[in-house]
């Protein structure tokens, strides 16, 4: 266990938190999940995101309570051995998980006792700067960041980060973690309503994207209460910010609980049309296609007209 030189930590007794291990979580993009939380006590966190579902809570750049790394592996270990059929432990936190300061230990010994199950870290992107950082992420097998803004006024609006993160550094960070990084990286960008679906903070986002290429793109809303009074958007809103970007980017709508529209007849032409505007999923095309337009599809598919991609566990279908 490293030495903590910063006497404001408090070590904790983890058998306060029976917590620390949750789940597991059946998720069509990940599999059997089996979370790992970091800051089973509290919220710690450098963003009070407006859509957050845990109560507001001042930001800081550091945990002031810290699990000994000892006592999460013991809880791992007990969760593994209870549940043999994991697919992927994922770390995350009441907060921001790199601010846990043995990050870099506990990934090491994780990947030593975790067998064929995969890592995934869910990080909101902003010590992604960091080089001792990138070091411990780079150990997982899957990263997944938050971006949901690519201007500096957007971060400071809708995830209120705490004081000195920039959002440049946050794209520079994530660039030079990309150039390193041989495993899947996916960003997800979480839209609220009047905040960051406006076309200038779309094409901002576009732009980032098309250098950073990450693996996937998630792309949704607010689909829990969020401790503020803000808004999410329908799923025909999201579909309508998916065709904003360019359409080489693997980009996947991740929510469809507010998908309340009728689906439409497409011609053959149509079909393909959307296609090569913006792949689509399973899920997309029943939302979207009547029945008619899916039989269309299908003949289409046979024909060797759209393809089926697989882009980190999710399939798109594309025009040809």
């Known amino acids: 266990m490293p030495t903590n030189n910063i006497s404001q930590r408090t070590t904790l007794n983890a058998k306060r938190f029976p917590n620390i291990i949750f789940g597991p979580i059946n998720s069509r993009r990940f599999g059997k999940s089996l979370g790992i939380d970091l800051s089973p006590g509290k919220k710690q966190c450098n963003f009070d995101c407006l859509y957050c579902e845990l109560d507001p809570a001042k930001t800081m750049a550091q945990q002031d309570e810290v699990l000994p790394v000892a006592q999460i592996i013991n809880a791992v270990k007990e969760g593994l051995r209870e549940h043999g059929d994991i697919d992927v432990l994922t770390v995350t936190a009441n907060g921001e998980p790199t601010l846990y300061p043995y990050l870099n230990e506990l990934i090491e010994v994780i990947n030593k006792i975790k067998g064929h199950t995969k890592t995934l870290i869910l990080s909101n992107a902003a010590t992604i700067d960091d080089p001792k950082i990138q070091e411990a992420l780079l150990k997982f097998d899957e990263v997944k960041l938050s971006l949901d803004c690519a201007t500096q006024k957007c971060l400071k609006k809708l995830d209120r980060s705490h004081e000195g993160i920039d959002v440049e550094r946050i794209k520079k960070g994530m660039l030079d973690f990309k150039a390193r990084y ?3 990286l996916i960003i997800e960008i979480l839209v609220v309503a009047t905040l ?6 779309i094409g901002a986002l576009n732009d980032y994207l098309l250098k950073l290429h990450p693996d996937r793109i998630d792309l949704g809303t ?3 209460p969020p401790a503020f009074d803000v808004k999410p958007v329908s799923y025909e ?3 309508a910010l998916s065709r904003q970007f360019d359409p080489s980017l693997p980009l996947y709508i991740a929510s469809r609980k507010k998908a309340h529209m009728t689906p439409s007849a497409y011609t053959e032409e149509e079909i393909l049309d959307t296609l090569a505007k913006r792949p689509l999923t399973k899920e997309d095309i029943e939302a979207l296609f009547d029945e008619a337009s899916q039989k269309r599809f299908e ?5 060797k007209k759209i393809v089926q991609v697989d ?3 999710v399939i798109f279908y594309k025009k040809d």
Do not use: T, Y
Not at 196 to 201: A, G, I, Q, T, Y
């Open 311 to 313: 882009s980190n566990g």
């Open 237 to 239: 809103r999201l579909l």
């Open 222 to 224: 607010i689909d829990r």
């Open 196 to 201: 960051n679906d406006k076309p200038e903070e």
């Open 182 to 184: 041989r495993g899947s």
């Open 299 to 303: 003949f289409l598919q046979n024909e």
